[in-house]
């Protein structure tokens, strides 16, 4: 089965900095690989994703990049604020009927005013 | 519009006893997933219905059952709980073939087993 790997386990930065955190996944056909933020005691919710036709989507401050052929993907956050403070997932999937999405562990990320 | 809820949204059980987790989506959505959430182990796959009148094990489903009453329901059984099985589940659901792929999850359920 798939198996994803995130990395760092925890990231702290300073209010307008760049974060980054990483995945790799193990599944070469996995095509579906979305990110989510899940604040405390919140229920986890969909920031971005991105399919494997492509190798960058971007929306505003969030970015994601997809490596294929390294099987890694990364979320970029520019510009950090204190809002972005919470628990971000990647997860892969096969985007088929039934699909079933793999999570990394998670990134605690603390953005520091 | 309600999404996805659940419900109990805490529980205290002790060891031994059995309960019901319920969930429900009005996106008339065809798959839907029980997840647990431990800290630091992310979220890992229960059980899950690909669609209504199906269901599979997932990563972790000893110790639980599960049962898709119909398109909307999917509920999680625990049949004889374990201190190991204290955890926050949530359920969720997706519109599979439909090029949207997103999972929306419910509030989740907070289960404390003594």
């Known amino acids: 089965g798939e198996n994803v790997e995130q990395h760092p386990s925890t990231l702290s930065v300073q209010e307008g900095d760049s974060a980054v955190i990483k995945c790799t996944y193990s599944?070469?056909?996995?095509?579906?690989f979305p990110w989510y933020k899940q604040e405390l005691g919140k229920r986890p919710q969909l920031i971005i994703d991105?399919?494997?036709?492509?190798g960058e989507k971007k929306d505003q401050r969030i970015a994601v990049t997809l490596n294929k052929t390294a099987k890694h993907f990364s979320l970029h956050i520019t510009e950090t604020q204190p809002e972005d403070s919470a628990v971000y997932f990647c997860?892969?999937?096969?985007?088929?009927?039934?699909?079933?999405?793999?999570f990394g562990e998670g990134t605690q990320l603390t953005v520091n005013p | 519009n309600a999404g996805v809820t659940q419900t109990p949204k805490f529980q205290v059980l002790k060891t031994g006893q059995s309960m019901t987790l319920q969930c429900a989506q009005d996106?008339?959505?065809?798959?839907m997933y029980w997840y647990r959430q431990d800290p630091g182990m992310g979220l890992r796959l229960i059980y899950y219905?690909?669609?209504?009148?199906?269901?599979d094990k997932g990563e972790v489903p000893n110790g639980y059952n599960v049962s898709r009453l119909n398109k909307r329901e999917f509920s999680l059984r625990l049949e004889s709980a374990a201190p190991s099985q204290t955890s926050v589940y949530f359920c969720?659901?997706?519109?599979?073939?439909?090029?949207?792929?997103?999972?929306?999850f419910g509030p989740g359920t907070r289960l404390l087993v003594l």
């Open positions: 991105i399919r494997s036709n492509v």
């Open positions: 997860a892969a999937s096969l985007e088929t009927s039934g699909s079933r999405l793999t």
């Open positions: 996106m008339n959505h065809n798959s």
């Open positions: 969720a659901s997706i519109l599979s073939g439909s090029r949207q792929e997103t999972q929306y």
């Open positions: 599944d070469s056909a996995s095509n579906y």
């Open positions: 219905s690909a669609s209504e009148g199906t269901t």
